[in-house]
């Protein structure tokens, strides 16, 4: 990967005074803008073709469209309104064990925008691979690779739960937003979660919970991750929620029992 000082690009964003929520002190965001910086981006793309012999125009003009779609990426995900009619308008969410911004999923969906866009185009694909992704595995500008194999339907549908439930009091912090985003399917997550975290060991039917509503499954995976706590005090708490009904108890096997 090729220093980050030759085709960084920033979005400006603009910090208002109002707080996200009366008790949270992450500020509002609004829209901001994009910089490209063209002098780095130039540099970068002399560098590039010494190693891959592109052109070095060729190479400039892919490592704009590669760092304009990684800022759009950063846009898409926060700003554009989704059916819930929310948008991700606070700030990432603040660690106060490292006193810093942490950005893990923030990236990991710009980066995998990036690589949508790069679909399909050689020199893009080769560009972002080899030269604008870490070999890091513990980058976040890496670990987008761990969602590539999800269709951009199910990421788009988890964005929506990141944008409810990450950021002020909420219950996921990035890296556990990260963990139900990269999540391969949720119906089978439940069911380990339900054999390997019940002292009851519960055996769950993935076909009767293809049944099952879309809000249950999500609510289920937003506690599992947000509290990493026991299968059958997650249902006690959606049970509380009112979002069980019946027919889903039986399906997920709930005990009133196990409920405090």
Known sequence: MINSYFYRTVVIPNYTEENCKDDCQFKRVDEGYII????????AAEY??????????????????????HELGHWLTHWPLDSNGLRW???????????EADIITHEA?????????AEGHPLHEEILSEF?????????YNMYLALVGISKVDILE?????RANMGCNALLTDETAYNLLKTPSFMSEIQHWAKEHSIRKIDLNLDDLKVLEKSILNRF????????????????????????????????????????
């Not at 490209?36 to 540099?43: S, V």
């Not at 308008?89 to 006193?99: A, E, H, L, Q, V």
């Not at 969906?109 to 866009?117: D, G, K, P, S």
């Open 48 to 69: 590039i073709d010494s190693k891959i012999s592109a052109g070095v125009l060729n190479i400039e003009n892919s490592i704009k469209f590669l760092v304009l779609c």
């Open 109 to 117: 969906l710009a980066q995998l925008i990036t690589y949508w866009c």
């Open 36 to 43: 490209l910086f063209e002098d780095r981006i130039r540099k």
């Open 158 to 162: 988890r964005l929506k739960l990141l």
């Open 132 to 140: 604008l992704t870490p070999k890091n595995p513990t980058s976040a």
């Open 221 to 260: 995976l937003i506690h599992r991750y947000g509290r990493e706590i026991e299968y059958d005090y997650i249902l006690c708490m959606l049970e509380k929620e009112g979002i069980l009904d019946e027919h889903a108890k039986s399906i997920l096997k709930f005990d009133k029992r196990f409920c405090i």
């Open 89 to 99: 308008d606070c700030r990432y969410y603040f660690n106060p064990d490292t006193n």
